[in-house]
């Protein structure tokens, strides 16, 4: 007997807690409103060059020659990375780029991989915010022995993150 005058109230209370822990003013999973990314997952949290972008220029490589290029660069902080494509007389090269800004250095790794030829190349630039240009050479660090060149790249447009305003007039424009 005493059983069943328990069950009225206890289920009572406990339907009361959950209705409490639904209205989402406890203190368990936030509200989606609330939920934002960290500034280390989004590009627009980029450093003050802003290399996202797509550019064109020029190769001069030791053995393929001089080669005309294309690149799509993303920047998140100090990392930037991206697809490159070197169009040279007889043949067009693909390369996957890793690079690090620190000031007006760009430097890191791209590697090279056509049919069963795979290089990789230490790459040394600078980009100039005022022209919008990166320059600079590379060598190969694995494969390709001795193969090594110099580039030119002037950035085309950027990629804009979702809380950064537009570059002045003079600049490139959004891609």
Do not use: W
Not at 24 to 39: R, Y
Not at 111 to 119: I, Q
Not at 137 to 160: E, H, I, M, N, R
């Amino acid at each position: 007997m005493k059983i069943s005058r328990l069950r009225k109230p206890v289920g009572t209370t406990l339907g009361i807690a959950l209705l409490a822990a639904c209205s989402g003013t406890g203190t368990g999973v936030p509200a989606a409103s609330s939920a934002s990314l960290g500034a280390q997952h989004r590009i627009d949290g980029a450093a003050s060059s802003r290399l996202s972008g797509d550019y064109v220029g020029k190769f001069t490589d030791g053995a393929y020659g001089a080669g005309k290029a294309t690149a799509s660069y993303s920047q998140s902080q100090s990392s930037v990375g991206g697809i490159l494509t070197v169009k040279y007389a007889k043949s067009t090269v693909a390369l996957s780029v890793a690079l690090v800004a620190q000031g007006s250095s760009v430097n890191g790794t791209t590697v090279a991989g056509t049919g069963s030829l795979y290089c990789t190349f230490s790459t040394t630039s600078t980009y100039d915010s005022k022209t919008h240009v990166m320059s600079g050479s590379y060598s190969a660090v694995y494969g390709c022995t001795g193969d090594g060149g110099t580039f030119t790249l002037k950035q085309k447009c950027y990629y804009k993150g979702a809380n950064e305003t537009v570059l002045p007039a003079n600049g490139p424009k959004p891609c």
